[in-house]
């Protein structure tokens, strides 16, 4: 999953106060402490889990605890860094370990303003003007706020334009989980010590029910003291995507789920998750591709509206090899709700057999005819030399009509 500095998120509002119950149980506490100091930890009698839901609600309740820091940087408009302001918060495990202060929280949420000028132009406006603030500080009085950077002009602040929004998860926990749940996501790295994904954080809104999940299902070599804290740290990640776009997509969701399913171009990303099967609508009727990658937004994030580009897979023969063959599809904006199925690409899950049947083929679904043709497709290719003959139309422009053998 890429970097936001790799070629591969309208208000970042959320509060870095709104968090969690003072009180965490005193067994936690004592147990975590217990852990950190190398004692042995002992565990207690097993009893129900908390439901995934009671845990996200706990933990936005809690006075102490939020789990993630808010930075705003500015970066000149040739990409190097100009300013940054971070706002540092405390977070759960330091109230009850002073020495652990100092380590990242669990997730960071960085806005990136680009300043409409370069370094070099900057500082000359800088040494023809009497003004500017600080010596290479601007001072703040909000308590635990830091910033670093050169002098930069007031104007230059005031004429900034948001560049993106991106999320950095620097919990180990929160990274193991992530990739124990997500299987296929091109484009995206979990190799590193943290993870970064741009708003509108497609591929986290894609796992949330699986990240949901996982707290109430966690593998059993995870004592209860990791279980505690690594449920409150996909807590706090589940609460920040609800706050920030949880009502829009459960909406989406409800969409989905009407008698004739709809969708809107602004979320039509959500239904398309890499992995997964989907029908496309070719000349020779419905075939199936899984999707590797949509590229755009929608206008979710306040961007231009353009067509979404996705990029989709299927297995081709050459006439020498058989294997992966990609290509992209076009979706361009539309207005309104429209019907899933009416669009040329969708996830297999919505097709209807009972509309989309001919008289012909009342016996068998779709899926049992493709899975069928792709048999004869593989015994016709690794079968070599053979004789077939084939009639119909030509694969290529005007597409006419063709007797061939061989």
């Known amino acids: 999953m890429a970097s936001h500095h790799s070629s591969d998120m309208s208000d970042t509002s ?42 996200i609600e706990q933990t936005s309740d809690h006075l102490h605890y939020t789990g993630i820091r808010y930075r705003v940087e500015y970066e000149y408009i040739d ?22 202060l100092h380590a990242l929280p669990p997730i960071t949420v960085t806005t990136v303003y680009v300043l409409r000028t370069s370094k070099d132009r900057s500082k000359k406006l800088r040494e023809s003007k009497a003004f500017y603030k600080g010596e290479g500080k601007i001072q703040s009085t909000k308590e635990g706020t830091k910033e670093t950077g050169g002098k930069i002009l007031s104007e230059d602040l005031a004429t900034s334009q948001t560049s993106h929004t991106y999320l ?11 990739r124990d749940i997500v299987s296929y996501y091109p484009g995206y790295t979990l190799l590193g010590d943290q993870f970064d994904v741009r708003e509108p954080y497609q591929m986290l809104y894609h796992y949330r029910e699986e990240l949901k999940d996982y707290m109430s299902n966690h593998p059993q ?14 807590a706090t990640l589940l609460r920040f995507l609800d706050n ?21 171009f602004r979320h039509l990303w959500l239904l398309l998750k890499p992995g997964e099967a989907c029908y496309s609508d070719t000349r020779n009727g419905l075939n199936s591709y899984i999707t590797q990658r949509v590229l755009g937004y929608g206008g979710i994030i306040g961007e231009a509206v353009d067509d979404y580009e996705i990029r989709i897979w299927n297995i081709d023969f050459d006439g020498s090899f058989v294997g992966g063959c990609s290509k992209s599809v076009w979706i361009e904006p539309y207005d309104g709700e429209k019907g899933i199925t009416s669009l040329s690409y969708y996830p297999v899950q919505f097709f209807n057999e009972v509309q989309g049947n001919s ?11 493709l899975v069928a043709r792709g048999r004869k497709f593989w015994g016709l290719a690794k079968e070599r030399p053979c004789y077939r003959e084939y009639i119909g139309k030509s694969t290529n422009y005007p597409f006419d009509k063709v007797r061939q053998r061989r």
């Open 244 to 264: 920030r776009y949880g009502k829009a997509i459960q909406d989406e969701r409800d969409r989905w789920a009407r008698t004739i399913p709809v969708c809107t």
């Open 359 to 369: 008289e012909t083929h009342k016996a068998t679904t779709l899926r049992e005819r």
């Open 14 to 55: 959320s509060s870095p106060n709104e968090v969690v119950s003072d009180t965490a149980p005193a067994p936690v506490e004592s147990r975590a402490a217990s852990r950190l100091s190398g004692s042995p930890v002992v565990e207690s009698e097993s009893k129900d889990r908390e439901p995934a839901e009671k845990i």
């Open 221 to 234: 070599i995870h004592d209860e003291v990791y279980r505690v804290e690594c449920n409150q740290h996909i």
């Open 79 to 100: 990409g190097e860094l100009a300013h940054q302001m971070e706002g540092d918060e405390e977070w759960y495990l330091s109230l009850s370990h002073p020495r652990r």
């Open 168 to 178: 950095t998860i620097h919990s180990k926990m929160l990274l193991n989980v992530l």
